[in-house]
Each structure stands twice: as C-alpha cells, then as structure tokens.
T-cell receptor, first 111, second 114 residues
Framework: SQQGEEDPQALSIQEGENATMNCSYK?????LQWYRQNSGRGLVHLIL?????REKHSGRLRVTLDTSKKSSSLLITASRAADTASYFC???????????FGKGTLLTVNP | EAGVAQSPRYKIIEKRQSVAFWCNPI?????LYWYQQILGQGPKLLIQFQNNGVVDDSQLPKDRFSAERLKGVDSTLKIQPAKLEDSAVYLCASSATGWGTEAFFGQGTRLTVV
C-alpha cells in the first residue's frame, strides 16, 4: 500500500519560477525523504528530514515537515528545464524501517 | 563508489513463463529492497532484506514471486509463472543500515509480459 500521497499529480511551470509539491501520509514516521525520477537517471535521493526536524535546505531545495498534520512540502526555487521529472515522497517508519513511496508529482519546467 | 547494479535491463517473456532478476547492492550496505513500479505509479515495496534476513515481504505475491539474498550481498527476484499484470519496472535499492538512511537505486529491469 502507498503511504504518501503527493499533490498535485502534475505541475507545469516556466523556467525561473518556484515549484511546490506536497505530501501527506497516514502513519507515524521516523523520517521522510524526497526522490526524483527521470528517464535518464532513475530514482535519485534528494533530501531526508527526520521526524524531529521542521525544515531543511539543500541547494535550491527546501523541505518542511509538519508531523501534527502528517504532511511535508518540497519547494524547488528558480526551476530549470533540467528539473523536469517525477518527484516522490517516501516515508520511513516502523521497527523494520519500511521505506514506502507515494504516487508522485510530475513536474514539467518549460524553457 | 560503484552504484547498485541490476541485470538484465530489459526482458520480454510470454505469460506463464518464468523470469529472474539480479541485483548487486553497494558494497557494505546491509539493507536491500526490491520494488515494483508500474507505469505512472510510485514504486511499491515487494521485499526488504536486512543482511540476509527478510524483514518485510507483506506485499510480495508469494504464490508466484520469490526472492533471496545470498550471503547478505547479491539478491535475485524470481517470478514463476508470470502474468500480464507483472509488466513493470523492477527496482533494486540498497541503504547502509536501513535505519534512517537514504536508499540508492539501480537503473531497474523493465519487464514486459506478452
């Protein structure tokens, strides 16, 4: 079963604009991760935020986590055409640290 | 650092045939995952190994799918017999410990069942 649900399912923006994707999940987690997938490079890890953290930055990426609302957001600033990809949130939790992915957001950045 | 290796990259088989996929994780990684990704969907966890023991296989269709991890390193995933709905990309991933660490993915095997 899918743990996370990304919103929106698809997003189309112009180069230079910011892109925001949201993820909601159902059960308690140890951490939440964001991954990118494009046809050329497969699934690539972007950033991990732990359950006791509220915000994390990595380059042009900013992730927030609200455990009370069971939600996270990924902000990509100053988008580039190369950011075109599907973005997935993945939750890690439970005694076995099961890593469960959502359905993803397809981001298209138009030049 | 070498990444996660998977083979083959592509496979086409007829329904009711059997198929096997191979994965070599990053050296020293204790946790190995197999995911099934159907076109347009997110990866679905099939099985998770910690060293050579299974820690989760709740979504593995055990009547037709099997997996093993040899000596806590390489892993194989087998489907026997295959059904049309098994057409998907099968992804292998590994992580250092599994406890709060990032997963590294291979390029995947695209299976088409006709």
């Amino acid at each position: 079963s899918q743990q996370g649900e990304e919103d929106p399912q698809a997003l189309s923006i112009q180069e230079g604009e910011n892109a925001t994707m949201n993820c909601s999940y159902k059960t308690s987690i140890n951490n939440l991760q964001w991954y990118r997938q494009n046809s050329g490079r497969g699934l690539v890890h972007l950033i991990l935020i732990r359950s006791n953290e509220r915000e994390k930055h990595s380059g042009r990426l900013r992730v927030t986590l609200d455990t009370s609302k069971k939600s996270s957001s990924l902000l990509i600033t100053a988008s580039r055409a190369a950011d075109t990809a599907s973005y997935f949130c993945a939750t890690g939790g439970g005694s076995n640290y099961k890593l469960t992915f959502g359905k993803g957001t397809l981001l298209t950045v138009n030049p | 650092e070498a990444g996660v290796a998977q083979s083959p990259r592509y496979k086409i088989i007829e329904k009711r045939q059997s198929v096997a996929f191979w994965c070599n994780p990053i050296s020293g990684h204790a946790t190995l995952y197999w995911y099934q990704q159907i076109l347009g969907q997110g990866p679905k966890l099939l099985i998770q190994f910690q060293n050579n023991g299974v820690v989760d296989d709740s979504q593995l269709p055990k009547d037709r799918f099997s997996a093993e991890r040899l000596k806590g390193v390489d892993s194989t995933l087998k489907i026997q017999p295959a059904k049309l709905e098994d057409s998907a990309v099968y992804l292998c991933a590994s992580s250092a410990t599994g406890w709060g660490t990032e997963a590294f993915f291979g390029q995947g095997t695209r299976l088409t069942v006709v």
